[in-house]
C-alpha cells in the first residue's frame, strides 16, 4: 500500500532526502558534486523509498542520468574495445542515438527507490503495490517518464516480470557480478582463500565501521576519487568527504577501512545493506601506491569475508569483470525499468524503440566486452 510520510514511522530513507537535499541545495553540491537533481520520498509497502526527478540535466553524473548511463558512459568505454572498425562504428550509432535519445526527453524522468548509488537495492514489492505506485506516480508526473535503475533476474526476477505485466518495459543496462549464498562454492575458491591470507597477514591497521574519525573521510574521498574519478570516469558520482561522513553517521554505509603504521587511511569500502542484499557503492585505494601492496585485493577480501560471515548475497556491481569472475562471481545483465504509457506518442515511440534495439543487440555486446 502506499502511504503519506508524514502518517508512519522515521525510516532511514527520509534521513538520506532532508539531509542529501539540505547539502545538494547549495551551489557547488556539498554531497556528489556531479549530481543536480530533485529529491523527494514515497511510502510503499510501509518503507519510505527515495526519489530523484530530473528534466535535462545532460551533464548529470549516470546515477540520475539515463542519457549519462546510455551515451556519454558508452562513448567514454569505446576504448576498452579493441576492434577500430567495431570503435568507429559503434561512435555512429552512439551519435545518431544521442541526438534521438534527447528528442525522446530520455533524461526527464522520476527515477524510484533511487539512492544515487551505482547500484540499487530494489525491494520485491507485490503486484497490487506496483500498480497503485505506478497510477499514482505517472498521474502526478504526466511529462515525466518512471524509471527503477539495478535490476536483475537472480535477484529480481519476480519484479521484473511484475512491472512487464503493468506495462513497465526493461532496458539493458551493464554487466554485474553476484556472489550468491547456494552452496557458497566461490568461498572455497583459490583466488578468495589467497586473498583472505593477504587480509590476515597484511601489515596496514584494519579500521572497523565504528573506529572512523571525523577526519579520516577526507582520505576516504581522496582515495575514492584516485580510483573512481581520476582512473576511470568523472562521469561516476563524485562524492564529498561530508556526504560520507553524513552517511556513516546516519549508518546508511559501514565503512570499513585501512591505515597505515603513521595513521593515513589508504583504502576503504562502503557497504549497504538492503532488503536482504550486500552492495558496495564507495571503494577507493592509494593508486599512487604500489600494486605489489593489494589494495584492492584487501578490500575485496573484506568486503567477501563480510558476505560469507553474514550469509547475505553480494552485488559487487560492473567492472573488473575478470578478476571478480576469478573469485566466482557471477555475471548477470542488469536492467533499467521504464514506464512510459502516460507519455505523447512521440516520446513513446523513441524510447520503445530504443528499449527494442538494445533488447536486441545489447545484453550479447554486454557480456562479450564484460561491460
Not at 572498425?85 to 545518431?96: A, H, K, M
Not at 565503512?255 to 587511511?265: D, Q
Request: glycine share 6%; with cysteine; net charge positive.
Amino acid at each position: 500500500m502506499l502511504h503519506s510520510t508524514a502518517d508512519i514511522k522515521w525510516f532511514p530513507a527520509q534521513d538520506f532526502v532532508m539531509g542529501l537535499s539540505a547539502m545538494q541545495g547549495s551551489q557547488p553540491p556539498k554531497a556528489i558534486r556531479n549530481v543536480q537533481t530533485e529529491l523527494d520520498s514515497l511510502c510503499i509497502e510501509d518503507q519510505i523509498i527515495p526519489l530523484t526527478r530530473n528534466r535535462h540535466e545532460y551533464n548529470n553524473s549516470y546515477v540520475c542520468s539515463p542519457y549519462t548511463a546510455y551515451i556519454r558512459y558508452a562513448r567514454d568505454e569505446l576504448g576498452l574495445i579493441d576492434n577500430r572498425t567495431s570503435r568507429f562504428g559503434l561512435n555512429i550509432l552512439i551519435t545518431v542515438a544521442s541526438g534521438l535519445l534527447r528528442l525522446g526527453q530520455i533524461n526527464q524522468t522520476l527515477s524510484i527507490n533511487n539512492w544515487l548509488f551505482s547500484t540499487n537495492i530494489v525491494p520485491n514489492w507485490q503486484a497490487e503495490s506496483v500498480r497503485q505506485f505506478t497510477q499514482q506516480l505517472a498521474s502526478k508526473n504526466p511529462t515525466h517518464s518512471l524509471s527503477i535503475r539495478s535490476l536483475n533476474q537472480e535477484t529480481d526476477a519476480e519484479l521484473m516480470q511484475t512491472l512487464l505485466s503493468k506495462g513497465w518495459q526493461l532496458m539493458p543496462a551493464r554487466q554485474v557480478y553476484l556472489f550468491l549464498q547456494t552452496g557458497q562454492a566461490w568461498w572455497k575458491k583459490n583466488n578468495v582463500q589467497n586473498d583472505q591470507r593477504l587480509l590476515r597477514k597484511t601489515p596496514f591497521i584494519q579500521i572497523k565501521p565504528s573506529e572512523h574519525k571525523s577526519a579520516d573521510f577526507k582520505s576516504i574521498e581522496r582515495c575514492f576519487n584516485q580510483l573512481f574519478i581520476e582512473k576511470h570516469s568523472e562521469l561516476n558520482p563524485q562524492f564529498s568527504a561530508e556526504y560520507f561522513e553524513f552517511l556513516h553517521n546516519h549508518k546508511l554505509v559501514e565503512f570499513f577501512s585501512f591505515r597505515t603504521a603513521e595513521g593515513r587511511i589508504i583504502a576503504s569500502i562502503g557497504l549497504f545493506t538492503q532488503h536482504g542484499l550486500m552492495t558496495a557503492p564507495i571503494l577507493g585505494y592509494d593508486t599512487d601506491l604500489p600494486q605489489q601492496l593489494g589494495l584492492y585485493r584487501l578490500l575485496i577480501a573484506v568486503l567477501l569475508k563480510e558476505c560469507h560471515e553474514r550469509q547475505l548475497p553480494l552485488n559487487l556491481s560492473s567492472g573488473a569483470g575478470g578478476f571478480k569472475r576469478q573469485r566466482g562471481g557471477k555475471p548477470v545483465i542488469e536492467y533499467t525499468a521504464l514506464y512510459t504509457q502516460h507519455l505523447p506518442w512521440l516520446t513513446r515511440f523513441i524510447l520503445k524503440g530504443f528499449s527494442k534495439l538494445l533488447n536486441k543487440f545489447a545484453s550479447d555486446f554486454l557480456q562479450k566486452h564484460q561491460l
